[in-house]
């Protein structure tokens, strides 16, 4: 829905009332420069640091080994420790109205906004400090209002609304759209190369079709995520595109095909289908959310499971990230971490790094995002238990710290200095 003048005046709104008059930039670090004490940290790539001392400077890490002057200190010890993490697939659009019910587009635009705004601060403060959210046109004044106001919530990334698959496009109209979204200030395209999982994930586009589409995407300087089912995961491999969405009723050797030629990879299973199933109430009649429909998702669970396990036991294949979280997932994207090790036979170290290096690289960030090193962006947050020994504590995000910006702290040990 094309709602971005409204909702963005919707959300400024809530800034201060001098933001009609002077642009309100984002809140700045702490002046001086702060140092977290850490007894055991996470580096976001796989190594675990001991008694690591974090700079932060500027909004970013300047060292690991810092000392304090002039700033203050904060005592994460008896914490875990590690760099916030990156959700690639969100929908933060999705949200629930004041009746309880799934948003449709008749929802008034100031509570719309709210409700997009809302399902960001869930996210953030469930410790993810980038989100890539791939719905709704909606999603960028929040991406802008984040980013250049000062508005509370997670680094967004956006592809605005997907593109619909149409065999009968011609290129030059593929190509089109494409540049249409890049106009528009999309941050990545989006394409549905198969209809729905609750109405049979069909093929939508050919193999030139999409090759078009995901070569465009590059010309324009943009990456290309897939949504696609069955034979369109290799189809999209062979296209060229760079993230594959669900992978579900992929045979072996489409997602073997699929992971040799480098593309990230993103099945779900541990919070999406599980989420619609526990608010099946409010979803139901709105849409292609019907009882049949659901029925279908929960009967094909262990499927996703079959080819979530299938990729993560492929040699170097790259497990992102990603949780396609809508109305009552926000906040609870870290249940997909029980589900990576649970379903897909991943180590918790390694799905711990599917949202951290691994999702920066697919992002395109990897300088910058997801690692704790000198020179990177200061997005960490800590943790009340060691997840690598009792992985539940995901769900415990005690701080959070996004561009060197204290966003939440449950703990007390903090000292000026």
Same mark, same amino acid.
């Given at each position: 829905?094309?709602?971005?003048?409204?909702?963005?005046?919707?959300?400024?709104?809530?800034?201060?009332?001098?933001?009609?008059?002077?642009?309100?930039?984002?809140?700045?670090?702490?002046?001086?420069?702060?140092?977290?004490?850490?007894?055991?940290?996470?580096?976001?790539?796989?190594?675990?640091?001991?008694?690591?001392?974090?700079?932060?400077?500027?909004?970013?890490?300047?060292?690991?080994?810092?000392?304090?002057?002039?700033?203050?200190?904060?005592?994460?010890?008896?914490?875990?420790?590690?760099?916030?993490?990156?959700?690639?697939?969100?929908?933060?659009?999705?949200?629930?109205?004041?009746?309880?019910?799934?948003?449709?587009?008749?929802?008034?635009?100031?509570?719309?906004?709210?409700?997009?705004?809302?399902?960001?601060?869930?996210?953030?403060?469930?410790?993810?400090?980038?989100?890539?959210?791939?719905?709704?046109?909606?999603?960028?004044?929040?991406?802008?209002?984040?980013?250049?106001?000062?508005?509370?919530?997670?680094?967004?990334?956006?592809?605005?609304?997907?593109?619909?698959?149409?065999?009968?496009?011609?290129?030059?109209?593929?190509?089109?759209?494409?540049?249409?979204?890049?106009?528009?200030?999309?941050?990545?395209?989006?394409?549905?190369?198969?209809?729905?999982?609750?109405?049979?994930?069909?093929?939508?586009?050919?193999?030139?079709?999409?090759?078009?589409?995901?070569?465009?995407?590059?010309?324009?300087?943009?990456?290309?995520?897939?949504?696609?089912?069955?034979?369109?995961?290799? &189809?999209?491999?062979?296209?060229?595109?760079?993230?594959?969405?669900?992978?579900?009723?992929?045979?072996?050797?489409?997602?073997?095909?699929?992971?040799?030629?480098? &593309?990230?990879?993103?099945?779900?299973?541990?919070?999406?289908?599980?989420?619609?199933?526990?608010?099946?109430?409010?979803?139901?009649?709105?849409?292609?959310?019907?009882?049949?429909?659901?029925?279908?998702?929960?009967?094909?669970?262990?499927?996703?499971?079959?080819?979530?396990?299938?990729?993560?036991?492929?040699?170097?294949?790259?497990?992102?990230?990603?949780?396609?979280?809508?109305?009552?997932?926000?906040?609870?994207?870290?249940?997909?971490?029980?589900?990576?090790?649970?379903?897909?036979?991943?180590?918790?170290?390694?799905?711990?790094?599917?949202?951290?290096? &691994?999702?920066?690289?697919?992002?395109?960030?990897?300088?910058?995002?997801?690692?704790?090193?000198?020179?990177?962006?200061?997005?960490?947050?800590?943790?009340?238990?060691?997840?690598?020994?009792?992985?539940?504590?995901?769900?415990?995000?005690?701080?959070?710290?996004?561009?060197?910006?204290?966003?939440?702290?449950?703990?007390?040990?903090?000292?000026?200095?």
């Amino acid at each position: 829905m094309h709602r971005t003048a409204s909702l963005l005046a919707a959300l400024l709104s809530a800034l201060p009332a001098v933001a009609a008059v002077t642009p309100v930039p984002p809140p700045a670090p702490p002046a001086g420069p702060v140092v977290l004490l850490t007894d055991h940290a996470l580096d976001g790539a796989g190594a675990v640091l001991e008694s690591a001392r974090i700079k932060v400077a500027d909004g970013r890490i300047r060292s690991l080994a810092g000392e304090a002057t002039g700033g203050s200190v904060i005592d994460l010890r008896g914490y875990t420790v590690l760099p916030g993490w990156i959700d690639t697939h969100v929908h933060l659009d999705s949200h629930f109205d004041r009746t309880g019910r799934i948003a449709t587009e008749t929802e008034p635009a100031a509570e719309w906004a709210m409700g997009v705004a809302g399902a960001a601060w869930d996210s953030l403060m469930g410790g993810f400090t980038t989100v890539q959210a791939v719905g709704d046109y909606s999603e960028r004044p929040l991406r802008d209002a984040i980013r250049d106001h000062g508005f509370p919530g997670p680094r967004v990334l956006t592809s605005l609304t997907w593109i619909e698959g149409n065999a009968q496009m011609t290129d030059e109209e593929l190509r089109a759209v494409v540049r249409k979204r890049k106009a528009d200030g999309a941050d990545l395209i989006k394409i549905m190369s198969s209809m729905s999982q609750r109405v049979g994930a069909g093929p939508t586009f050919t193999e030139h079709q999409l090759t078009v589409l995901c070569e465009e995407s590059h010309a324009q300087g943009l990456r290309a995520m897939v949504h696609a089912y069955r034979s369109q995961v290799a &189809v999209a491999a062979r296209a060229g595109c760079d993230q594959i969405e669900h992978l579900t009723y992929a045979s072996d050797a489409e997602i073997k095909e699929a992971a040799a030629a480098g &593309v990230f990879l993103s099945p779900q299973v541990g919070l999406v289908v599980q989420n619609y199933l526990a608010n099946k109430e409010r979803y139901l009649g709105v849409g292609n959310y019907t009882e049949a429909g659901m029925q279908t998702m929960k009967k094909d669970m262990p499927e996703d499971f079959r080819v979530c396990k299938l990729a993560a036991a492929i040699p170097g294949a790259k497990l992102v990230f990603s949780t396609d979280a809508t109305a009552g997932a926000h906040g609870h994207n870290a249940d997909e971490f029980l589900g990576r090790v649970e379903y897909c036979g991943q180590t918790p170290m390694q799905a711990l790094v599917s949202a951290n290096a &691994v999702a920066a690289d697919s992002l395109g960030m990897g300088d910058r995002l997801g690692r704790l090193k000198a020179g990177y962006e200061a997005d960490i947050i800590a943790l009340d238990g060691d997840p690598l020994a009792d992985l539940t504590a995901v769900r415990r995000v005690v701080f959070v710290m996004r561009g060197g910006v204290v966003y939440k702290w449950a703990g007390t040990k903090t000292a000026g200095r």
